[in-house]
Nanobody
């Protein structure tokens, strides 16, 4: 599966952004989809994820209540809606697919995802 993330940009604290992850190569419900981010000098961290079944959705504590993941099956696209952005949300954001997973599982470990798109930069100014 090939993934392409887009939608990043420069915003002010409190603003919103919607990231998109367009996928090709496999059906949109054939893998778990995760969102990760990596800030300069920091390790890649889990942000949000959805299991293959779509019923297990997980968020990092730092984004709960602010970020929402969704999908458009017809367009084979996943979204990460980010509200009330904070300067600490500044990072390169990646989407990744976990194709070797049971339907109910949603991993928070980046090394369990086997396909990655290139990242999109989100910069939040204070």
């Amino acid at each position: 599966v090939q993934l392409q993330a887009s939608g990043g940009g420069l915003v002010q604290a409190g603003d919103s952004l919607r990231l998109s992850c367009t996928m090709s190569g496999r059906f949109s419900n054939d893998y778990a989809l995760g969102w990760f981010r990596q800030a300069p000098g920091k390790e890649r961290e889990f942000v949000a994820g959805v299991s293959r079944s779509g019923r297990n959705i997980r968020y990092a504590d730092s984004v709960k209540g602010r970020f929402t993941t969704s999908r458009d099956i017809a367009k084979n696209t996943r979204f990460l809606l980010m509200n009330n952005l904070k300067p600490e949300d500044t990072a390169v954001y990646y989407c990744a697919a976990d194709t070797l997973v049971i339907p109910s599982h949603c991993s928070t470990k980046y090394y369990e995802y086997d396909s990655w798109g290139q990242g999109t930069l989100v910069t939040v100014s204070s």
